[in-house]
């Protein structure tokens, strides 16, 4: 598995479209609401624009590039060749994304990090992290069921459009007006619970209890994913 890490990590830091539009994009994206945090806050809160850099990071830049990268290693047939290794499916799976998975959450670190010093520290740091790791673990979640529908590479542009900007969407949407109408829709949508939990983790003034509830739409999402892609995930290039 680490083996299969170091050589995807290598990969990654090779391809320069790779690393332009999953992490150089999202970061200036994430710098743009930095600068302009005081804007962002009288529109929403500060809450409002880590939810929006998390999810940023976790969308254009994660979730895509896990796609990406799934399908192109698929279409290749690599997926194929470790296959006939003494690796396992899920130390495979594991060993291709967990480059991204880590990097991806040292860009939140950084860029929260940043955020923290130049409005202020969150309310709930604790809560902050359990946000963001369940929120990492449901792009995963999702970017293993997109990848067992595309067939390639460039059809991953087309594949991820739905989830990236939906989860962008519904946490502008939650972000921006709260959950005091359609409160149900709104925490039940992928990333509208997850936005939640983070602006109350930042902002403070909802009881820890009521926050931890959030986390049950976002695992139920996990959990969606993770039954959709053993149903979609396939192996060998996808005809």
């Not at 994660?62 to 399908?71: D, E, P, S």
């Not at 502008?172 to 983790?201: M, Y």
Request: charged share 10%; hydrophobic share 55%.
């Amino acid at each position: 598995m680490l083996s299969i890490a170091h050589s995807e990590l290598i990969q990654i830091f090779r391809n320069r479209l790779v690393l332009v539009s999953g992490f150089v994009m999202p970061a200036a994206v994430s710098a743009f609401f930095i600068r302009q945090h005081e804007l962002f806050a009288s529109v929403a809160s500060l809450g409002y624009i880590a939810a929006i850099v998390l999810f940023t990071v976790g969308a254009f830049g994660f979730y895509t590039t896990a796609v990406t990268t799934l399908a192109s290693r698929r279409q290749n047939l690599f997926l194929k060749r470790l296959r006939s290794t003494a690796a396992g499916d899920a130390g495979i799976l594991v060993g291709l994304l967990l480059p991204l998975s880590v990097i991806a959450l040292a860009q939140v670190v950084v860029i929260l990090t940043v955020l923290a010093v130049v409005a202020g520290l969150p309310d709930n740091i604790a809560l902050l992290v359990t946000a963001v790791l369940t929120t990492v673990i449901m792009m995963l979640g999702l970017g293993l069921a997109t990848a067992g529908l595309t067939n390639s590479p460039e059809h991953a542009q087309v594949t991820t459009l739905p989830v990236t900007l939906g989860v962008i969407g519904v946490a502008s949407w939650v972000g921006i007006t709260g959950t005091e109408r359609f409160t149900l829709l709104k925490r039940l949508l992928p990333g509208g619970s997850a936005t939640e939990l983070v602006v109350n983790a930042w902002n403070g003034g909802a009881a820890v209890t009521d926050s931890l509830l959030l986390l049950a739409p976002t695992l139920a999402w996990v959990a969606v994913a993770v039954v959709l892609a053993s149903r979609l995930f396939q192996w060998e290039p996808r005809r």
